[in-house]
């Protein structure tokens, strides 16, 4: 095979491409949809990714549980008093000058947001009451605007995702069933699952939603704990935790099937396949919008063999052999491919560029603002697939070119 005749004639294919302007556009336009919509979803795919497995720590542990054992999330979490203070004195827990670094919290998911428009309902998320050492527990927790909820009182923090999600700024108030709370500040927590939450005091939350004794005489209410947030000592902490509890005497850690997972454990598990089904949705939309991009190529190809049949049919019988004719035919494929998957990827970066998408998650109970993060990876992805694409739309023209016999290419029109 000569190199030489390959190039020449690649190179008189490409430059007769502008007879077939028509059917090349359409052919790159097919490859650049299928480019950029796989770029969309498996940058989506890597928001959620990011959320639930890239961003959980191995230093952070979360205890669950329940008389159900139902711990898949935390607002269906129960941890009654006689289990929180046990589980303190424990072995495998952080301490400070203060005391474990634990922090009591109640998650449920009833905050409700501002109406955008008078008259109807606002948006339900997640609200979380915590107590002081919830921001040491988490160290990537930070305030970027305002300040934090003061102890005791009517205020809140909204996570940035929410904030932007729905036009909460500081001043705005949000409604805890029987309370309403002022926000004073906006937080960021690495892009995890917090950032679509609404945090206050936890004293504050228990009352607006369970309030004081029923009578001035009776009981006070018993402190209402969902999740325990756990610092770790170290990479043996949760082993030791776990050890623990298990052999621990108080009847009520078997009672209410009290578990402790790492934080990236808790939220692999909370994903519930999230992660694992948006990569199977691109696959599916992939397949299917290859499949019709597929075909129009076929057809351009085919249109420019039959547009090249007495070219084609000269050179064969001016001694060019059969493979430069055919690199001829895939160097035209793979070019309309490349610059398809090219203008796709530029359209899908510009498009999906700082933008999130909401996504609501069965497997946790919440809501989710997922931020769209495409890498090299991705776009290489989905240039290698409408490159693959290509390769393959021009095998069938590739074949009839050569098979065509000399004498009936070179009466063509």
Same mark, same amino acid.
């Given at each position: 095979?000569?190199?030489?005749?390959?190039?020449?004639?690649?190179?008189?294919?490409?430059?007769?491409?502008?007879?077939?302007?028509?059917?090349?556009?359409?052919?790159?336009?097919?490859?650049?949809?299928?480019?950029?919509?796989?770029?969309?979803?498996?940058?989506?795919?890597?928001?959620?990714?990011?959320?639930?497995? $890239? #961003?959980? /720590?191995?230093?952070?542990? =979360?205890?669950?549980?329940?008389? @159900?054992?139902? *711990?898949?999330? !935390?607002?269906?979490?129960?941890?009654?008093?006689?289990?929180?203070?046990?589980?303190?004195?424990?072995?495998?827990?952080?301490?400070?000058?203060?005391?474990?670094?634990?922090?009591?919290?109640?998650?449920?998911?009833?905050?409700?947001?501002?109406?955008?428009?008078?008259?109807?309902?606002?948006?339900?998320?997640?609200?979380?009451?915590?107590?002081?050492?919830?921001?040491?527990?988490?160290?990537?927790?930070?305030?970027?605007?305002?300040?934090?909820?003061?102890?005791?009182?009517?205020?809140?923090?909204?996570?940035?995702? $929410? #904030?932007? /999600?729905?036009?909460?700024? =500081?001043?705005?108030?949000?409604? @805890?069933?029987? *309370?309403?709370? !002022?926000?004073?500040?906006?937080?960021?927590?690495?892009?995890?699952?917090?950032?679509?939450?609404?945090?206050?005091?936890?004293?504050?939350?228990?009352?607006?939603?369970?309030?004081?004794?029923?009578?001035?005489?009776?009981?006070?209410?018993?402190?209402?704990?969902?999740?325990?947030?756990?610092?770790?000592?170290?990479?043996?902490?949760?082993?030791?935790?776990?050890?623990?509890?298990?052999?621990?005497?108080?009847?009520?850690?078997?009672?209410?099937?009290?578990?402790?997972?790492?934080?990236?454990?808790?939220?692999?598990?909370?994903?519930?396949?999230?992660?694992?089904?948006?990569?199977?949705?691109?696959? @599916?939309?992939?397949?299917?919008?290859?499949?019709?991009?597929?075909?129009?190529?076929?057809?351009?190809?085919?249109?420019?063999?039959?547009?090249?049949?007495?070219?084609?049919?000269?050179?064969?019988?001016?001694?060019?052999?059969?493979?430069?004719?055919?690199?001829?035919?895939?160097?035209?494929?793979?070019?309309?491919?490349?610059?398809?998957?090219?203008?796709?990827?530029?359209?899908?970066?510009?498009?999906?560029?700082?933008?999130?998408?909401?996504?609501?998650?069965?497997?946790?109970?919440?809501?989710?603002?997922?931020?769209?993060?495409?890498?090299?990876?991705?776009?290489?992805?989905?240039?290698?697939?409408?490159?693959?694409?290509?390769? @393959?739309?021009?095998?069938?023209?590739?074949?009839?070119?050569?098979?065509?016999?000399?004498?009936?290419?070179?009466?063509?029109?």
């Amino acid at each position: 095979m000569s190199v030489r005749q390959s190039l020449v004639l690649s190179w008189a294919s490409v430059c007769a491409m502008r007879t077939r302007a028509t059917s090349s556009l359409i052919a790159v336009l097919g490859f650049a949809g299928v480019s950029a919509m796989l770029i969309v979803l498996l940058a989506g795919r890597q928001g959620l990714q990011a959320i639930y497995v $890239l #961003a959980g /720590q191995d230093d952070v542990a =979360i205890v669950t549980g329940g008389p @159900a054992g139902n *711990a898949s999330y !935390e607002s269906g979490s129960v941890i009654v008093p006689q289990v929180a203070i046990e589980i303190e004195r424990m072995p495998g827990i952080a301490h400070t000058a203060e005391g474990a670094l634990i922090s009591r919290e109640l998650v449920e998911m009833a905050i409700r947001l501002p109406s955008p428009a008078p008259g109807r309902v606002g948006t339900t998320v997640t609200g979380r009451g915590v107590t002081p050492f919830a921001f040491e527990v988490r160290p990537r927790l930070r305030i970027v605007a305002g300040r934090r909820f003061g102890s005791g009182k009517y205020e809140a923090i909204v996570g940035r995702a $929410l #904030a932007n /999600q729905y036009g909460i700024h =500081i001043g705005s108030e949000v409604r @805890a069933r029987r *309370a309403t709370l !002022e926000v004073v500040g906006l937080f960021e927590n690495g892009g995890g699952v917090a950032e679509m939450e609404v945090w206050c005091d936890k004293a504050v939350m228990q009352t607006a939603f369970f309030g004081h004794a029923s009578s001035p005489g009776s009981a006070p209410q018993p402190e209402q704990t969902s999740v325990l947030w756990v610092r770790l000592t170290g990479p043996g902490g949760l082993a030791e935790l776990r050890h623990a509890i298990a052999s621990s005497p108080l009847q009520m850690m078997r009672t209410f099937k009290v578990q402790v997972r790492s934080q990236r454990e808790f939220l692999r598990a909370q994903s519930n396949g999230l992660v694992e089904r948006a990569m199977k949705a691109a696959i @599916a939309v992939g397949l299917v919008m290859g499949l019709g991009a597929l075909f129009g190529a076929i057809n351009t190809m085919y249109a420019a063999v039959a547009h090249r049949s007495r070219e084609i049919a000269t050179l064969r019988a001016l001694g060019f052999e059969s493979p430069p004719v055919a690199i001829s035919v895939v160097s035209e494929a793979l070019l309309l491919s490349l610059a398809g998957g090219l203008v796709g990827a530029a359209l899908a970066l510009l498009a999906i560029h700082d933008l999130d998408f909401t996504i609501y998650n069965n497997g946790a109970e919440t809501n989710l603002a997922v931020q769209f993060l495409p890498t090299a990876g991705t776009a290489l992805i989905a240039l290698g697939y409408v490159l693959l694409l290509g390769m @393959a739309s021009s095998i069938l023209p590739c074949l009839r070119a050569l098979r065509c016999p000399i004498p009936v290419g070179l009466f063509a029109r």
